[in-house]
């Protein structure tokens, strides 16, 4: 018996190292794979408030602006101001764009409504990123609040309040997670244009992973997924975004998505059924905001022209 317990003795410690091994293996590539999807690739602005004044005069009126998040970090966006007193509008990209994605929508809201309009470049984001690393949708919740109080505070040349009470927010993916999750903390975001959903910001780190490194990308998105914890210190939020939807209370929100991002179409789709009051869903969209930087002139008026109605039609009437 004791020959037994001495050789099952010496298996264990033959086979230990190797076991630390391959631990250390996969700790290390989890923590490599989530630092690496973590950082977007950068990508010049596709237009700038400068050149887009050859397409109208309110690209001179847009100013680049940076203000403080909960955090201590910076962040920055393109500001195109409204009438006194109106209401504001917040307008938050996806994964792997930024504020020059929206800039064209921006313009057009401004134009008809006259409401103040917020552009912000997302964590990691933009050209020379003021933060290094996206969260996927945790601390870009506390950021969009942060941008909420930075609007507040804007005075006109009279010093009275620029914006009122009554915020909307327009965000796609990413920006659709932080819009969400901050709403259940901020009651002045009123109105919710909500375009391709992630369930969980899980789902959201896997479809990025996907895109990037699609071998095995079932695989490695759990093995990213398993360094959140310690990599974000915290700052990572995974709750289920029907947990924070069935929580809301007293919003005006519209729910897009299409078919050309299947697995965004379906969790959009039930994150309808999520609320306890009515919303607007609108899931079987031939285009996306998620995809209309490729789309047709005419297919993107029609999609730019929906949320237009909506903020309109929601902001005034609140």
Known sequence: MASIQKLSKSFFMLLLPTAILFVIAIVGSSLWLLQKVSVPTAANYLITPEKYIGLSSRGARITDETWANKDGSSARGWLLRGSEGSPAIVLLHKYGADRSHLL??????????????????????????????????????????????????????????????????????????????????????????????????DDLLASVIQKRYPFASFATAKLASFATLPYFQGTYSNESLCSVASKLRDKKILLLASADVPSFQVSTTELAKCFTFQVESKTDLSISGYSTISTTGEQEEAYDQRLIEFFKKSLISQ
């Open 104 to 201: 064209n929508l921006g313009v057009k809201l401004n134009e008809v409504t006259n409401f103040t309009i917020l552009m912000p470049d997302l964590r990691a984001h933009g050209v020379s990123p003021l933060v290094k690393n996206t969260t996927f949708g945790g601390s870009e919740a506390d950021d969009l609040i942060a941008a909420n109080e930075y609007l507040k505070s804007i005075k006109t040349s009279e010093n009275n309040a620029l914006v009122n009470k009554q915020i909307g927010v327009y965000g796609i993916e990413l920006g659709a997670s932080a819009a969400l999750l901050a709403s259940q903390k901020e009651e002045s975001f009123k109105v919710l244009v909500l375009d391709s959903v992630a369930t969980t910001s």
